[in-house]
């Protein structure tokens, strides 16, 4: 119901006396049990739980269940059941990046000779993906739900494709699909409000090498943290792969992940 109250749903009339007994229930990630435990005044299999402790946005917990008792005296086998509190949050500029772009896949090294674009959560909030929109400037896609957690990733490729890109890391189909030019593209990401959250205006001069330029290889940002998206934080997969599409890049300096 909130960061602090969960209800509990029995199967039947439970007794007051035991659905009211707060040693009867605990949630995991320390939250422990309940400050308060009440069987509803009107429906007695329903008990509502208030804690002292918030539950973690975006975060799966799990509460035991035991020794609550029937009307008759029969007690409940032990349970655990999982519930996720979860409110998106507003993303600021750069809160989520456009973290590495496939615009020229022919010929492959070993990657899908598909286009994907990768999407980096580098805050410690937690977003709701559906309705943002990227824009390649002359076409818009909707992104779908997907809950971005912080440090998380999200490869965006045409929806035809998902099944290539999915061994690599979570990813997602767009219906419509902003191809990306080869010789460089000007892309945003925006929130569902319309807030811009990044920009990227890529050239195939950043790859550095001549060769990776002629295709089969990514651009990936170097640091992701960096306040600024520009050439002298992109460069050319080193992966032998030519990308790096749901893991650690081996290119950038400080931590980077794409």
């Keep these: 119901l909130s960061s602090t109250q969960l209800d509990i749903k029995f199967s039947e009339f439970v007794s007051k006396v035991t659905a009211e007994n707060i040693a009867n229930y605990s949630v995991n990630n320390g939250i422990g049990t309940p400050s308060s435990a009440l069987r509803d005044a009107t429906d007695s299999a329903l008990a509502h739980l208030t804690f002292a402790t918030p539950f973690p946005n975006g975060v799966t917990d799990t509460i035991i269940i035991g020794g609550v008792k029937d009307l008759i005296g029969n007690t409940m086998l032990t349970t655990l059941k999982t519930f996720l509190y979860f409110v998106p949050q507003t993303a600021a500029f750069r809160d989520v990046v456009i973290n590495e772009v496939f615009p020229d896949p022919d010929p492959t090294i070993a990657l899908p000779v598909v286009e994907f674009i990768e999407v980096y959560n580098q805050s410690n909030k937690v977003f709701d993906l559906n309705g943002w929109k990227l824009s390649d400037g002359t076409s818009i896609s909707s992104l779908t739900g997907y809950v971005l957690f912080p440090g998380a990733f999200i490869i965006l490729c045409p929806a035809a494709s998902v099944a290539l890109y999915s061994p690599f890391g979570p990813t997602m189909g767009l219906a419509s699909w902003p191809a990306l030019n080869n010789d460089g593209d000007n892309l945003t990401l925006k929130s ?19 060769v990776k330029k002629a295709g089969g290889w990514t651009l990936e940002q170097k640091n992701p943290k960096h306040p600024c998206s520009g050439e002298g934080n992109w460069t050319a997969s080193n992966d032998t792969a030519g990308g790096t599409p749901g893991k650690t890049s081996q290119t950038g300096t400080g931590g980077s992940t794409s």
Excluded: E, I, K, P
């Design 192 to 210: 569902s409000s319309g807030l811009l959250v990044d920009t990227l205006s890529y050239s195939d001069t950043w790859y550095n090498n001549t």
